[in-house]
């Protein structure tokens, strides 16, 4: 079965308590490669809701690296799954702090 390149990240996000696992998605993003698929803002505004419910809320801010390799601009939800990765008030301004880094060398 061909996947739909349109629509293949539909079927992956009902199965999202797979991907909690952290083996299983370092082995995500090559195999979109092999499949010639395209990850879009919704798959990765789901990895870093994912990295920051696992608690790695840097893996999930460095989920914005990923996206600039891709091609993919992050949208208004991306932000908000990016706010799930700060715990308290001095993370947050961190965060802030870093994404106007972010936009100031791009």
Avoid at 36 to 57: G, M, S, V, W, Y
Avoid at 76 to 82: A, D, N, S
Wanted: net charge negative; charged share 30%; with cysteine.
């Amino acid at each position: 079965m061909d996947p739909d390149k349109k629509h293949w990240q539909y079927t992956w996000q009902p199965f999202n308590g797979w991907i909690l696992f952290r083996e299983a998605e370092e082995e995500l993003l090559p195999y979109l490669k092999k499949l010639e698929l395209e990850p879009d803002t919704a798959f990765f505004n789901q990895l870093i809701k994912t990295r920051a419910l696992r608690h790695e809320p840097e893996r999930g801010i460095a989920t914005l690296d990923l996206m600039k390799e891709w091609g993919v601009a992050p949208d208004i939800l991306t932000f908000g799954c990016l706010a799930l990765c700060c715990t308290n008030l001095k993370e947050a301004a961190r965060l802030i702090s870093d994404l106007k880094a972010r936009v100031a060398t791009n």
